[in-house]
């Protein structure tokens, strides 16, 4: 089977990319399953229940998130309410919503997804490894195929996380620092893996934030309200082969794919 992963939405530039890239791509690969990191589709921050709708009417079929899941009041009562929307697992009991899910394509393949969140230069949470150990079991109860969304800062935790889970989950794709690397790689037990998947927005930015802010936000270091940036949208992203009966991935390629037309200030809302 071929899974779509689209890295992390940034804003109107990233949602504009998905709406004008994401039908074709389905067709032409072949497309089973589409996976979409949503934590900065509303403005760089945060994701609204609008926003999931316009989503989902766009063909995304499973959203993982991060640390900026919580930048929205709104975001709270969704996660309860979403059955599409995850939030990264490892966060303490009690907390809304939930991090793991078992969906079903258009062809009745089960997959897991499991979401989780690094500790490294982030938040103290439980610890990713021993959290993925139980729900990882828990899915491979239901379904070989498997995709770890890990939302993390440092380099070495996302590899570390990937060995660790090799030959027990399709793959392990990283997020969060909204720059595509070049390593993308299939684990000698099957698990694919890429350390970041980049980021569907506008890539004339700091990481999607307008150049003059997040600049002057490094000069003077007081609090500065970021606004997404316009110009030079790319969808980004992972395209994966599946094998069904074993949950190894066969294939993994990166995406990145420039919207070639998304550089008006004033098309679509943040």
Same mark, same amino acid.
């Given at each position: 089977?071929?899974?779509?992963?689209?890295?992390?939405?940034?804003?109107?530039?990233?949602?504009?990319?998905?709406?004008?890239?994401?039908?074709?791509?389905?067709?032409?690969?072949?497309?089973?399953?589409?996976?979409?990191?949503?934590?900065?589709?509303?403005?760089?921050?945060?994701?609204?229940?609008?926003?999931?709708?316009?989503?989902?009417?766009?063909?995304?079929?499973?959203?993982?998130?991060?640390?900026?899941?919580?930048?929205?009041?709104?975001?709270?009562?969704?996660?309860?309410?979403?059955?599409?929307?995850?939030? &990264? $697992?490892?966060?303490?009991? *009690? @907390?809304?919503?939930?991090? +793991?899910?078992?969906?079903?394509?258009?062809?009745?393949? /089960?997959?897991?997804?499991?979401?989780?969140?690094?500790?490294?230069?982030?938040?103290?949470?439980?610890?990713?490894?021993?959290?993925?150990?139980?729900?990882?079991?828990?899915?491979?109860?239901?379904?070989?195929?498997?995709?770890?969304?890990?939302?993390?800062?440092?380099?070495?935790?996302?590899?570390?996380?990937?060995?660790?889970?090799?030959?027990?989950?399709?793959?392990?794709?990283?997020?969060?620092?909204?720059?595509?690397?070049?390593?993308?790689?299939?684990?000698?037990?099957?698990?694919?893996?890429?350390?970041?998947?980049?980021?569907?927005? &506008? $890539?004339?930015?700091?990481? *999607? @934030?307008?150049?003059?802010? +997040?600049?002057?936000?490094?000069?003077?270091?007081?609090? /500065?309200?970021?606004?997404?940036?316009?110009?030079?949208?790319?969808?980004?992203?992972?395209?994966?082969?599946?094998?069904?009966?074993?949950?190894?991935?066969?294939?993994?390629?990166?995406?990145?794919?420039?919207?070639?037309?998304?550089?008006?200030?004033?098309?679509?809302?943040?």
């Amino acid at each position: 089977m071929n899974i779509l992963f689209i890295a992390d939405i940034f804003g109107s530039p990233g949602r504009r990319a998905v709406r004008d890239l994401v039908p074709e791509l389905v067709t032409s690969m072949g497309i089973d399953f589409v996976v979409a990191n949503v934590e900065n589709a509303a403005a760089g921050f945060g994701v609204t229940k609008e926003i999931i709708e316009e989503l989902k009417g766009l063909g995304i079929e499973a959203m993982t998130s991060g640390n900026h899941i919580w930048d929205r009041k709104e975001a709270l009562p969704l996660l309860d309410q979403e059955p599409l929307l995850l939030r &990264p $697992h490892n966060y303490p009991p *009690g @907390v809304p919503g939930r991090g +793991a899910h078992l969906f079903t394509t258009r062809g009745g393949v /089960t997959v897991g997804i499991l979401n989780l969140m690094g500790r490294i230069f982030m938040r103290e949470l439980e610890c990713p490894f021993r959290s993925a150990d139980r729900e990882v079991a828990a899915l491979r109860e239901k379904t070989p195929v498997i995709l770890v969304d890990f939302h993390a800062e440092a380099t070495a935790e996302k590899i570390a996380l990937a060995h660790y889970l090799d030959g027990r989950v399709s793959a392990v794709l990283g997020t969060h620092t909204h720059v595509q690397t070049a390593d993308e790689r299939i684990l000698p037990g099957g698990t694919g893996f890429l350390t970041d998947a980049g980021m569907t927005g &506008p $890539h004339d930015s700091i990481i *999607g @934030v307008r150049k003059e802010q +997040a600049i002057q936000k490094f000069l003077n270091l007081l609090p /500065t309200r970021f606004e997404p940036a316009v110009g030079d949208a790319k969808l980004q992203g992972v395209h994966l082969e599946i094998d069904e009966t074993t949950g190894h991935c066969r294939h993994l390629s990166r995406i990145s794919i420039a919207l070639e037309t998304a550089a008006s200030p004033a098309a679509g809302r943040a």
